[in-house]
């Protein structure tokens, strides 16, 4: 079965810190993707990264960081110097590919709030 | 941009009642998919449909039907709606297996 795990509930930092939102996973799939996604107050999820598991090259988008290591089942996503506008629900997410496995799983989300 | 409209923002609702959430996607997407979120459980898969007149149980199906007559179209119904279905809906979409969602506004529907 597919699990996605997030352990932190709820993290709160002050603006311009770095932040680390965890997520580690289990599949059986050899071929499977991972996601983040952002859940701002409007409720709707916003896409950030989609990561297959052949590429476990580091990727960075401007303030965004994404760790992918298959030998500890983690994705990882950093925020550096954090601002308000992250104040979110973040998601780590994982579908495999077969039938079966194909829907996304999600973990239980990450609530990060950055205060001024 | 991919735009997955959801009918209700918002959405009371009495026990027993028939209630019929909509979703519509303008990107001629083949899969489409219904999930609910509650606090402490993440999203949760109710229903999905890779195709047209075609549908399959997710995690969560008890209380719920859908129907997905047009390909840009997936309403999710509950039969009699009950206090427990009280939650945030969120619809998605996607062009192919393997690629990201995306998301509608969501309905949060409470049930009195």
């Known amino acids: 079965a597919q699990k996605v795990t997030q352990a932190q509930t709820e993290i709160s930092v002050v603006e311009k810190e770095d932040v680390t939102l965890d997520c580690v996973y289990e599949t059986r799939d050899t071929t499977y993707y991972l996601f983040w996604y952002k859940q701002p107050p409007s409720g709707e999820l916003v896409f950030l990264i989609r990561?297959?598991?052949?590429?476990?090259q580091n990727e960075i988008s401007g303030r965004y960081s994404w760790n992918f290591q298959k030998s500890t089942s983690s994705f990882n996503f950093t925020i550096t110097a954090s601002q308000v506008v992250d104040s979110a629900v973040y998601f780590c997410a994982l579908s495999g590919a077969s039938y079966n496995t194909d829907k996304l799983i999600f973990g239980t989300g990450t609530r990060l709030q950055v205060f001024p | 941009d991919v735009k997955v409209t959801q009918s209700s923002r918002y959405l009371v609702k009495r026990t027993g009642e028939k209630v019929f959430l909509e979703c519509v996607q303008d990107m001629d997407h083949e899969n489409m998919f219904w999930y609910r979120q509650d606090p402490g459980l993440g999203l949760r898969l109710i229903y999905f449909?890779?195709?047209?007149?075609?549908?399959e149980k997710g995690d969560i199906p008890e209380g719920y039907s859908v129907s997905r007559e047009k390909k840009e179209r997936f309403s999710l119904i509950l039969e009699s709606a009950s206090t427990n279905q009280t939650s945030m809906y969120l619809c998605a979409s996607s062009f192919h297996r393997g690629y990201g969602y995306t998301f509608g506004s969501g309905t949060r529907l409470t049930v009195v």
């Open positions: 449909s890779y195709d047209v007149k075609m549908k």
């Open positions: 990561r297959n598991s052949f590429d476990e």
